[in-house]
């Protein structure tokens, strides 16, 4: 399969599927246990034909068809080509069908439900999204899988808010409010009990989660979350870079809000470090500039950027002052939406 793969990567994909169709030949007539890693594995490259999976198992014709949808989307065909929903909705009748016949036991069941999970919240159809979940025998018996359905559920009670997804209303804040703490819960409990895969899964959830609350006013609500991912990616020393030199980024500017200052410096200068491609550069820069003239008070300003920056900081200082004045006299009053606006 090695070498099947590397013709495909290397752009020769009519060579690539005449020796799947070799190999698959092959594995019918002399090594039946291969011709089911044969097709999980090349068919989402698109390189198994459907005549290939015939009078195969249930098991092995369904995941065919979730790689041969998935390969379709990796190709950027719009899902009206495609015709997504129904497609989906056909292969999910199969699963179900599949296990009331007996035909599918209850993990293969369940994985073949994640797979089309994953891309019904890839691709917004929440209600399939929904059947999928409902559609799961309970309880789980992998650790690592019960998991990934926690980190599934907290992502989809938000999605499903449609277009107030990325609101600043209230009650879509509260609901996103509750999705974060749900995946950070899970993802907590997930350290002691799960792999390394099922860890970074749980933490690209939560920064997703994270995003839209990445504001001067809303961000200082998800620093514990950003701390936990940014620990636990390090912890694993994750090959996530980008990922782990944006959290920290944005952890550090909480830290900063807080005046908590050296914190703020330590990630900074760990992010500093991270930056993949110096993306980021300039912006850690010029905050590490910043601090340091807000801690040096004997320190002057050297060149423009420098004394505009100075100038900025003190401003912003001013300006959170007379917030926190103002949030704690709206508080003697009750107004419960200042702590989100």
Known sequence: MSYIESLYRNGQVELAAKETKTAIRLAKKKCEEQLSEIICKLSSYGLVASEDVENQPLNLVIVYEINTLKSKLKDEMSCEEINLSDTISSILSKIVEGRNLGKLDSDTNNNLLLEVLIINLQHRLFTLAQHCLDSMERPFTDVDFEFRIKFAEADLSVKKLGKDEQSFKKSALNVRIKGITTCQDALVASLKECNSSTIQSGCITLWNLCLPMLQPNLRNQIDDSLKLIATALEDLQSMLVLLRCQVHVELAKCYKDQERLIEALENFSKALNLDPNGQ??????????????????????????????????????????????????????????????
């Open 280 to 341: 980021y550069k300039e912006t850690i820069i010029y905050n590490m500039k910043c601090i340091d003239l807000k801690t040096n008070l004997y320190k002057k300003p050297e060149s423009i950027e420098e004394k505009a920056g100075f100038l900025l900081e003190q401003a912003k200082a001013a300006r959170n002052a007379k917030a926190k004045t103002s949030a704690s006299f709206a508080e003697s009053w009750r107004i419960p939406s200042t702590k989100y606006f």
